[in-house]
T-cell receptor, first 116, second 116 residues
Framework: DQQVKQNSPSLSVQEGRISILNCDYTNSMFDYFLWYKKYPAEGPTFLISISSIKDKNEDGRFTVFLNKSAKHLSLHIVPSQPGDSAVYFCAARGHNSGGSNYKLTFGKGTLLTVNP | EAGVTQFPSHSVIEKGQTVTLRCDPISGHDNLYWYRRVMGKEIKFLLHFVKESKQDESGMPNNRFLAERTGGTYSTLKVQPAELEDSGVYFC??????????????FGPGTRLTVT
């Protein structure tokens, strides 16, 4: 039962254009969402996050949008650069009955390729 | 500030052997996590330490896996005896005290474990 879903395994965009990566979740107890970027042979690198009390968070070229009613979030990268080519993981943190409230639940990732 | 480090970067062992993975978190981070990614699937939570105490080990696959964090600094994850399905990339992550509402986790580069 996958609670965080990234339905697009890959995405290809042209340099300078906007990249939009999508993520859906099923667990309404998730209250904090994060995006990580991962290059081959490296660990995931934190990119940007958003609390469930907000609907938008912006950091430079990166903006995350959260639609709680639709249980959907998206990451916008504009303008896209070739160095942005990587796997992007959506992750969620939530209150769990028992256990840790800190653990992250990840999606399977989307491979973004930005073509020069 | 030094990041999360993991050792070894790669390990190839035969089925039935024992392997011990090590993680050194960012200095001062009380929270330490282990995750695993198998065959390009999602990154899955294994367990969470707060200092030297196990807060949540609900993701540990079975009793062949043993994690320790003596002294609340570095952590080890032992697999004994290893099985073929244990192959994957094991990530360690750390985060500071969540009282400041810092939920981002910082990941190490991972240990790629191959069981043959």
């Amino acid at each position: 039962d996958q609670q965080v879903k990234q339905n697009s395994p890959s995405l290809s965009v042209q340099e300078g254009r906007i990249s939009i990566l999508n993520c859906d979740y099923t667990n309404s107890m998730f209250d904090y969402f994060l995006w990580y970027k991962k290059y081959p042979a490296e660990g995931p690198t934190f990119l940007i996050s958003i609390s469930s009390i907000k609907d938008k968070n912006e950091d430079g070229r990166f903006t995350v949008f959260l639609n709680k009613s639709a249980k959907h979030l998206s990451l916008h990268i504009v303008p896209s650069q070739p160095g942005d080519s990587a796997v992007y993981f959506c992750a969620a943190r939530g209150h769990n009955s028992g256990g840790s409230n800190y653990k992250l639940t990840f999606g399977k990732g989307t491979l973004l390729t930005v073509n020069p | 500030e030094a990041g999360v480090t993991q050792f070894p970067s790669h390990s190839v062992i035969e089925k039935g052997q024992t392997v011990t993975l090590r993680c050194d978190p960012i200095s001062g981070h009380d929270n330490l996590y282990w995750y695993r990614r198998v065959m390009g699937k999602e990154i899955k939570f294994l367990l969470h330490f707060v200092k030297e105490s196990k807060q949540d080990e609900s993701g540990m696959p079975n009793n062949r896996f043993l994690a320790e964090r003596t002294g609340g600094t570095y952590s080890t994850l032992k697999v004994q005896p290893a099985e073929l399905e244990d192959s994957g990339v094991y990530f360690c992550a750390s985060s500071p005290d969540g009282a400041g509402l810092v939920w981002e986790q910082y990941f190490g580069p991972g240990t790629r474990l191959t069981v043959t």
